[in-house]
């Protein structure tokens, strides 16, 4: 298994910074003066104990992940438990069904949402985008297809890393800057026009590069075709059918509902180290390509229904799931990754994960939707992305604990 698995919103780059790619900060950082790290009793009521779910996430702690909590649907039943702290320096275990800000996972939903629209007869799937949002000037070539798979060419609103070490800078998600105007708004026509602002990555359908920006014309692509706004289409056709009551459209409210545990992000002020709490943020710097608010246990069920065929028709998931050969080892379809761990692990998996700073998520199913594994952590950012190299380590213990032989 490899770090291509992890569901980044940031660009692929040079050898050199390759390694600290993902959504806003899905890298691990280390702790330092934490209390001691607590491991909540695991949930009875979910099936019987995992004590290899439960080494598993001590050995994520001892990575210096602050809290894990983990959930997991199989044949043996569901099993819930958490390990770390939920907040630095006090010695609670984080809930093991608290909220959390996805990240990279709520583009999966965005692209369930388009899908539906287009298997309704509402939106071209091969049709240009320009056609239904007219007032961007958006090139003819792109399709709504190339949308949902990242084959547009458009810049990514946080930034392009091209192979020959070139950065263009996108808006400011990271670093003293962001900490010190995390509440700021932006509006989804902003982001969008920022981004076009840019020259195209490539020509549309050409290459594969992963661009947050795509997503949020996707959001306003539901808003125009519909004429509501995309929190409600999105509540309307996925959230409140699946009684998916954990999971909410945040919009620019800072807050994350209920319980929850705590997100973290250090950085450099006048020779000084700071560490801040972020939890409370405005998201709306990466709108629909990031910005949902969920838990394991709804996560695990919208990953079970959508890979079941319960959202979308059959002919319209098997688009979703499959590959675009230019996304390489990624192997991303539409809206989803198609990760293979081997025979012994099950074969091809359908996922999403992603991050926000100092949150990260990892939302697995097999293709037909009976195993689970769901998941969050909590821990320290940084502009560096400090030990991005134990997100693959991450990973692969759960994964291995969850889905292998």
């Not at 661009?211 to 929190?231: I, K």
């Not at 560490?275 to 990953?303: C, H, K, M, Y």
């Not at 230019?326 to 025979?343: I, T």
Request: aromatic fraction near 8%; charged fraction near 20%.
């Amino acid at each position: 298994m490899t770090s291509s698995q992890i569901a980044a919103s940031k660009p692929r780059r040079t050898r050199k910074t390759a390694r600290r790619a993902g959504v806003a900060a899905v890298a691990v950082a280390l702790l330092a003066g934490v209390a001691t790290p607590a491991v909540a009793a695991p949930d009875r009521s979910a099936g019987r104990d995992r004590p290899e779910l439960r080494a598993a996430m001590r050995e994520i702690v001892d990575l210096g992940v602050a809290g894990v909590q983990v959930r997991v649907r199989d044949q043996r039943g569901e099993w819930a438990g958490s390990a770390g702290v939920r907040e630095l320096g006090k010695a609670a275990a984080p809930p093991t069904n608290g909220r959390f800000r996805v990240g990279s996972a709520t583009k999966t939903f965005t692209a369930t949402v388009v899908l539906q629209l287009v298997g309704e007869g509402e939106i071209g799937l091969d049709a240009p985008a320009a056609d239904y949002l007219p007032r961007f000037g958006l090139d003819r070539r792109i399709t709504v297809r190339m949308l949902l798979q990242h084959t547009s060419g458009v810049f990514n609103q946080t930034g392009e890393y091209y192979p020959d070490g070139t950065v263009v800078p996108g808006i400011t998600w990271s670093g003293r800057e962001w900490v010190e105007n995390r509440f700021r708004t932006y509006r989804p026509a902003e982001l969008v026009r920022f981004a076009l602002a840019k020259p195209l990555r490539f020509a549309p359908g050409t290459d594969w590069s992963y661009s947050n920006t795509n997503y949020v014309l996707a959001r306003l692509l539901v808003e125009e075709v519909t004429g509501r706004p995309y929190a409600e289409e999105l509540r309307r056709r996925v959230l409140r059918p699946l009684g998916l009551s954990g999971t909410s459209v945040p919009g620019t409210s800072p807050e994350v509902p209920g319980p929850h545990a705590h997100a973290y992000y250090r950085y450099e002020d006048g020779g000084r180290t700071k560490t801040v709490d972020v939890t409370r943020q405005n998201p709306s710097w990466i709108s629909s390509a990031g910005d949902l608010i969920s838990t394991t246990e709804d996560l695990a069920t919208f990953a079970s229904a959508l890979a079941a065929g319960k959202l979308l028709p059959a002919p319209l998931l098997a688009e979703m799931r499959a590959p675009h050969p230019k996304s390489g080892v990624h192997r991303y379809g539409l809206g989803l990754f198609a990760p293979d761990l081997g025979p012994n692990c099950g074969g091809a998996l359908l996922n999403h994960n992603g991050g926000v700073q100092g949150f990260a998520t990892l939302m697995y199913s097999t293709p037909d939707g009976r195993k689970t594994l769901t998941a969050s952590l909590t821990y320290v950012d940084d502009a560096a992305m400090s030990l991005a190299g134990t997100v693959p380590k991450v990973v692969e213990t759960l994964t291995r604990s969850a889905f292998c032989e």
